[in-house]
């Protein structure tokens, strides 16, 4: 069969496309920006990707006509416009008449669960995404997730980090808040399983592991599975704000999204039965399985997809492709160049820039920048990278952005994403025998070159060093 994967660069996408190709079907992958799909090399000649941006009606056109299903794994939870809600409406009501005049039998959605009458904002815009999706022409097939545990997770991470750099937690009392969290490896299973199944049909189900748990209980799981001990109070003071700033400075989560995370948490996600995994015949892991499950993958470096990823979690909102090719005209730049003895090894170290290896020169002053842009509502240091061994156009790397990424033209081009008054890119180049690292500023206004200027010496310290360890290949 034919299936168009909507989301195929985000967290669900990734890991569902080689699922769907692997049961022997071809995959249309919607994308925004095709700079940005790295996909495994073995699923070359099984899938087609088309840049299809559903709040453009113009670009709805790409989409194939011969298509028999399609997985909806659109969402707009932390997108930068406080309106998030009618986005995501639009999304909805643009996709219904895209393949309107299409053969598409099938269309699989994944929502969240919504078992109370008061939702959070978020829930309850993915509630109304399912009834928009309901009055296509075709049938709709609803999975509702609560808390999703895997390896790249936001809410895997967001409790990794807690758990991990908090001995003593005084927490909001959402914590007491239950749910019910499923594991990624049964997300994907459910997702393949109910495709093409007819009983599935213009229904709606929750999916959810074996375990029901409060948000407090889950983070005393991991630090269980971690061999950490860990002591938590729960306290009533903590208003919606301060519950934000606490996640937002605590964890890798961007302050929109700590936000809505703390707005959903306060209201209970819990099945309301196990119909779906009984008709499937899946049972389902539990939420300590889901964890060893991740932390094998962590250990080996084979981390699927992460959230951090996602553009939401920096502050690109449009595609790539509008930032790759850096300015000259009214900029400022930290130009630097050295002989290199091996080009490989060179790159080596290039591609492995960021996340647990750092930046080889003035590290507590990469950390510095890090909490003080923290501290005024950017990304800060704490994305890491998602892959030790791999770097592709569009993962974060800790405050940066991958615009380019080609060893094979020995060309590396980051975008920063932390707070600047501009815009900034760092490049890497071999060329001749010879390292090019390039840092360019596009001030915005007076500010914006005061602080190029303020900050020249300490450019010279950092990125004077920062090439002289990236060429010592000894």
Not at 169 to 184: A, E, F, K, Y
Not at 251 to 265: C, N
Not at 350 to 355: Q, S, T
Not at 378 to 390: A, E, I, P, Q
């Amino acid at each position: 069969m034919r299936i168009l994967l909507t989301g195929a660069t985000g967290y669900i996408g990734k890991r569902l496309l080689p699922a769907l190709v692997s049961n022997g079907n071809e995959v249309i992958c919607c994308v925004r920006d095709a700079k940005r799909f790295n996909p495994p090399k073995q699923l070359n000649g099984h899938i087609e990707v088309v840049e299809v941006d559903f709040l453009k009606k113009d670009t709805l056109k790409n989409i194939p006509d011969d298509i028999d299903a399609a997985y909806y794994l659109i969402h707009s939870m932390s997108g930068s416009s406080g309106k998030f809600n009618e986005l995501e409406s639009e999304s909805a009501h643009n996709f219904n008449e895209a393949v309107a005049g299409k053969k598409i039998e099938q269309v699989i959605y994944l929502s969240g669960i919504v078992n109370e009458d008061t939702l959070s904002k978020h829930l309850a815009s993915r509630k109304e995404v399912e009834n928009i999706l309901s009055q296509g022409n075709f049938a709709l097939t609803t999975l509702r997730a609560g808390i999703i545990v895997g390896s790249g997770s936001a809410s895997f991470e967001i409790i990794r980090d807690l758990v991990e750099k908090l001995p003593v937690m005084v927490t909001p009392r959402w914590l007491n808040t239950r749910c019910q969290p499923v594991g990624i490896t049964d997300v994907i299973l459910f997702l393949s399983n109910v495709l093409h199944n007819k009983a599935t049909y213009n229904d709606n189900y929750d999916i959810g592991g074996p375990d029901v748990l409060t948000y407090k209980e889950m983070l005393l799981g991991f630090a269980k599975a971690r061999k950490l001990k860990r002591w938590i109070f729960t306290l009533p003071i903590m208003t919606p704000k301060l519950s934000s700033y606490w996640l937002f400075f605590v964890t890798s989560t961007s302050y929109r999204l700590a936000v809505t995370l703390v707005d959903s948490m306060k209201v209970e996600v819990v099945c309301s039965d196990d119909r779906l995994a009984r008709l499937l015949g899946i049972k389902t892991i539990s939420y300590a399985e889901s964890l060893a499950k991740a932390f094998s993958k962590i250990n080996q470096h084979v981390v699927a997809s992460s959230w951090k990823d996602s553009l939401v979690s920096g502050r690109i909102s449009e595609n790539l492709s509008e930032y790759i090719e850096v300015p000259v005209y009214g900029c400022l730049q930290d130009k630097r160049s050295a002989k290199v003895k091996d080009s490989e090894k060179v790159l080596d170290r290039i591609w492995a820039l960021g996340g647990e290896t750092g930046w080889y020169y003035g590290n507590w002053l990469w950390k510095l920048r890090g909490f003080l842009d923290k501290l005024v509502g950017g990304v800060g240091l704490r994305r890491g990278r998602t892959n030790v061994n791999d770097i592709n156009a569009g993962d974060s790397l800790d405050f940066w952005r991958v615009l380019y990424a080609n060893r094979a033209e020995k060309r590396l081009l980051l975008f920063a994403e932390m707070k600047v008054p501009g815009e900034a890119w760092l490049e890497f180049s071999i060329d001749d025998g010879v390292l090019y690292q390039t840092a360019t500023f596009r001030p915005r206004g007076l500010w914006g070159r005061l602080y190029w200027y303020s900050i020249s010496p300490i450019h010279g310290f950092v990125f004077g060093g920062m090439l002289r360890e990236l060429n010592n290949t000894k």
